[in-house]
């Protein structure tokens, strides 16, 4: 054998060598790739029931806004009865309480104002009095 010959037959081991390093992360990889092949199956098996669940809950919530819809068309309709109400009952009571309280407070204000005069009368009456005394 010659220099050569054991020359190439070491490269020739090395290469050997080399692609069986080379092939455990190569194989690792392929079971990696066949996990994820695996899991996306799983997922797009599992899609399915997801996704009509998911358009279940969407018909339940369109239907639960409908009634929604409708309880807030009558909110509606009962506040417009309401205000309705509220500009009769004030147009009714509303003038005839304002005039009684208008009319109570002028005849509260007009004994006020003859009390007062009359304790002014009394006063200057006194006060003559106390002159004419002195």
Excluded: C, W
């Amino acid at each position: 054998m010659s220099g050569g010959e054991i020359a190439a037959l070491i490269a020739a081991i090395a290469f050997v060598l080399l692609v069986l390093l080379l092939a455990v992360p190569l194989l690792k990889l392929g079971r990696t790739l066949d996990e994820a092949t695996l899991a996306m199956r799983k997922t797009h098996d599992g899609l399915g029931p997801l996704l009509v669940q998911a358009q279940q809950t969407m018909d339940s919530v369109n239907a639960q806004l409908v009634q929604v819809e409708s309880i807030a068309k009558n909110v509606n309709s009962m506040t417009t009865n309401v205000a309705a109400m509220t500009a009769v009952v004030g147009s009714t009571l509303g003038s005839p309480m304002i005039k009684a309280a208008a009319f109570t407070y002028g005849v509260r204000k007009t004994v006020a104002d003859r009390r007062d005069a009359e304790l002014v009368k009394a006063a200057r009456r006194k006060r003559r009095t106390d002159r004419r005394s002195r």
